[in-house]
T-cell receptor, first 117, second 120 residues
């Protein structure tokens, strides 16, 4: 149990377009999901915390209008990169906290590689 | 704010031998969780082991064990009988044990990682 999926696994888009990444908890409900960004050979940097039914909480320095997060259900959160630019190319990872269990339980998705040309 | 430091960008070990990865952290909180995550080339983050700060006993998961020194704010990972499949990036992470309502945070704070190579 506790599987998190991401779709797509990789995407290439043109500069100026928007791309949506989905994060789903497949076999559990997740009140809280997290979005991370990882540059090559670097660590994970938290972008935002997504709470079901409410606005996401963004980390300092992350543009809210550029990285739109929606957590419309207990099993789905989406990250939309709007007006993408080459510098947005990165590996995006989501994680989900299982509702009702220990506070430390956080499960990671397999990640999405975004390339903006 | 909490910080996590991994001072070894790269480490290598011979197959079947033991290696220890270092991690130090800084926090003013008394209750928290510490984790080691493994990220193989597939990029899937895998939880290796976790430690609750209020527990004095070091956590152990099969070949993986930690040396948790709360006063020194040190949390090292020991991998025994290293296997080729252990080759990966290893990240140390910190998480507050307090809920958001209590003034804590659910977010994980990661170190920069240590790349482990296992030589046959």
């Amino acid at each position: 149990g506790a599987v998190v999926s991401q779709h797509p696994s990789r995407v290439i888009c043109k500069s100026g377009t928007s791309v949506k990444i989905e994060c789903r908890s497949l076999d559990f409900q997740a009140t809280t999901m997290f979005w991370y960004r990882q540059f090559p050979k670097q660590s994970l940097m938290l972008m935002a915390t997504s709470n079901e039914g409410s606005k996401a909480t963004y980390e300092q320095g992350v543009e809210k209008d550029k990285f739109l997060i929606n957590h419309a259900s207990l099993t789905l959160s989406t990250l939309t990169v709007t007006s993408a630019h080459p510098e947005d190319s990165s590996f995006y990872i989501c994680s989900a906290r299982r509702t009702g269990t220990g506070r430390y339980e956080q499960y990671f998705g397999p990640g999405t590689r975004l390339t903006v040309t | 704010a909490q910080t996590v430091t991994q001072s070894q960008p790269e480490m290598s070990v011979q197959e079947a031998e033991t290696v220890t990865l270092s991690c130090t952290y800084d926090t003013s909180e008394s209750d928290y969780y510490l984790f080691w995550y493994k990220q193989p080339p597939s990029r899937q983050m895998i939880l290796v082991i976790r430690q609750e700060a209020y527990k004095q006993q070091n956590a152990t998961e099969n070949r993986f064990s930690v040396n948790f020194q709360k006063a020194a704010k040190s949390f090292s990972l020991k991998i025994s009988d290293s296997q080729l499949g252990d080759a990966a990036m290893y990240f140390c992470a910190y998480r507050s044990a307090s809920s958001v309502v209590e003034g804590g945070s659910e977010k994980l704070v990661f170190g920069k990682g240590t790349k482990l190579t296992v030589n046959p």
